[in-house]
């Protein structure tokens, strides 16, 4: 279903796709590429909203900066110093996270409205990020393809090809709260990693991959997630070319279980300890698939350099299921 859900101070009209499967509901925006809300069942069978969002556009527009439920980029996460090299020139970006630049730059993907397509069990949003948005280089066309599974599993398939050398680097930045309290102080956490990425001062990797035997980054077994957590976890199964299971988030209250599957190399638990109002810190924690942070400055991470004649492929898979 296709619904207008607002429009824009310039004018341009914002619409809202809702799709049903297997008792599952997720709303996505054009603006954005939005989750606006993922509405599951818990234990005993009663649908709830999992995802923070808003009920209405300005909501959005008056709180940019935690990327609620966005797709994010041209390039996820940081970029140390707001600048990188490739293939010997040098490419400035917008420092919106000083000295950073953070999640795509002032105007990233998830400030964009986007196509959108009916595809079976879903949609298909597209843009044309032109040579030089936000300071990245090449003319970018972006795919996210969001369908939802037999089991009501929501995937989010991405594609990209650029006519010039670039980095791309894609997620979907929604904050998980399975039970719909208000907090998910008290959710257990499951993550398949053996190592993260220590950060400096200014949140950016500082090269090392360090073991998580023995720190509050061991989530190999579930726990409880509590806070104080912006870091990127290496994932033991590196990149693939299909989906991989590589972590789980339960709520013990509702019994609502979020499983996350995908072909990325990282994952980046944010406990969302910033947010601000009408939102309380740690009212939903973000798990972003994605290359690790800085990837243009570090050599030694798996490559986000995208060439002419190359196809960018990633693919994230939200399964949801209670116990």
Not at 54 to 83: M, S, T
Request: glycine share 12%.
């Amino acid at each position: 279903m296709n619904e207008l859900f607002g429009t824009l101070p310039d004018g341009t009209p914002v619409h809202r796709w809702t799709l049903e499967r297997a008792g599952v509901r997720v709303r996505i925006l054009s603006y954005g590429g939005v989750v606006q809300s993922a509405e599951v069942p818990d234990r005993d069978g009663r649908a709830g909203n999992v995802v923070l969002g808003f009920a209405d556009l300005d909501g959005y527009l008056r709180h940019p900066e935690p990327y609620f439920g966005a797709l994010v980029g041209r390039y996820a996460n940081r970029i140390a110093g707001g600048r990188f090299t490739l293939d010997g020139k040098t490419y400035v970006l917008a420092p919106n996270n000083p000295p950073n630049s953070l999640h795509g730059g002032e105007r990233g993907f998830d400030k964009r409205v986007w196509d959108v397509e009916p595809v079976a069990h879903g949609v298909r949003l597209s843009r044309v990020s032109p040579d030089g948005e936000e300071g990245f280089p090449g003319r970018l066309e972006v795919t996210a393809t969001c369908t939802l599974e037999e089991s009501g599993a929501l995937r989010i398939g991405y594609e990209a090809v650029a006519d010039a050398p670039t980095v791309v680097n894609l997620t979907n930045h929604s904050y998980f709260d399975l039970g719909g309290s208000g907090s998910a102080g008290g959710h257990e956490l499951r993550i398949a990693a053996s190592r993260y990425t220590p950060v400096d001062a200014d949140l950016i990797p500082t090269g090392v991959l360090e073991e998580v035997t023995g720190t509050r980054f061991d989530f190999r077994a579930a726990r409880k997630v509590g806070a104080g957590y912006d870091h990127n976890f290496v994932l033991d199964k590196g990149v693939t070319p299909a989906p991989v299971e590589v972590a789980e988030l339960h709520d013990p209250a509702s019994g609502r279980v979020l499983t996350v599957a995908t072909t990325e190399p990282g994952l980046q638990l944010y406990t969302a300890d910033h947010l601000g109002a009408p939102f309380a810190p740690g009212a939903g924690i973000a798990l972003e698939t994605q290359h690790f942070p800085d990837s243009p400055n570090r050599p030694e991470f798996p490559s986000t350099v995208l060439r002419p004649g190359e196809v960018f492929r990633s693919e994230t898979v939200y399964g949801f299921s209670s116990r």
